[in-house]
């Protein structure tokens, strides 16, 4: 199993940034795919970037030149950095993982990751 621990989130200001961390622990060897999500109240939940085991990333539209995902190998870290956040950004934002790789019109969807944190609140006011 692997665990993730999301932090970083906050409440900020439209035009704010915050950047976001995950955690992971456990058995990560293999692990293939990153990615993060967020959610708001009666919603599904939304695929925002992914980076994957060669190190590409990929983000939303609603979110390209504002938000960046990276990946530490090293220190076993995913990190999600958000700029000219907006009040539509307001959610809670999930970290994901699993070890196999799959198609690409599947990076965005949840139901491709087995392994989830607890998520964190991002909260943007206008």
């Known amino acids: 199993q692997i665990q993730l621990v999301e932090s970083g989130g906050g409440s900020v200001q439209a035009g704010g940034s915050l950047r976001l961390s995950c955690t992971m622990s456990?058995?990560?060897?293999?692990?293939?795919?990153t990615a993060w999500f967020r959610q708001v109240t009666g919603k599904e939940r939304e695929g925002v970037a992914v980076?994957?085991?060669?190190?590409?990333?990929y983000v939303v539209d609603s979110v390209k030149g504002r938000f960046t995902i990276s990946r530490d190998n090293a220190k076993n870290s995913l990190y999600l950095q958000m700029a000219g956040l907006r009040p539509e950004d307001t959610a809670t934002y999930y970290c994901?993982?699993?070890?196999?790789?799959?198609?690409?019109?599947?990076?965005?969807?949840?139901?491709?990751?087995?392994?989830w944190g607890q998520g964190t609140r991002v909260t943007v006011s206008s």
């Open positions: 980076v994957v085991g060669d190190g590409s990333a």
């Open positions: 456990g058995y990560i060897s293999g692990t293939y795919i």
């Open positions: 994901a993982a699993d070890r196999r790789p799959t198609y690409f019109s599947r990076l965005f969807q949840s139901t491709t990751y087995n392994y």
